[in-house]
């Protein structure tokens, strides 16, 4: 069974940084493609980022410029810097396999002066 654990969310002023963390576990993590999620206040959960087990990134028009997916297969765990961070950027955040899997409990982030 896929487990998902995301953390490194909080609150953070506009125009600041995080960095966001999901460790997997119950798979094979260097051959699964993955992805980020958000979903922000009463909207439905969209898609932001991926990266590929080759370590090809795609991005969403939205954040593209401002987030960074990165992967670390040693330690099975996908990374997102996220900069310049706006406040349309409030959302819990989640991260999943392609394709989708169970999904985690996500982290929330609020951008907000």
């Known amino acids: 069974q896929v487990q998902l654990v995301e953390s490194g969310g909080g609150l953070v002023q506009p125009g600041g940084s995080l960095r966001l963390s999901c460790v997997v576990s119950g798979t094979t993590f260097s051959n699964r493609d993955m992805a980020w999620y958000r979903q922000p206040p009463g909207k439905r959960r969209e898609f932001i980022s991926r990266?590929?087990?080759?370590?090809?990134?795609l991005y969403d028009a939205s954040v593209k410029g401002r987030f960074t997916i990165s992967r670390d297969n040693a330690e099975n765990t996908v990374y997102l810097q996220m900069n310049s961070l706006k406040p349309e950027d409030t959302a819990v955040y989640y991260c999943?396999?392609?394709?989708?899997?169970?999904w985690g409990q996500g982290t929330q982030v609020t951008v907000s002066s």
């Open positions: 990266i590929s087990s080759s370590n090809f990134p």
């Open positions: 999943n396999s392609i394709p989708n899997g169970p």
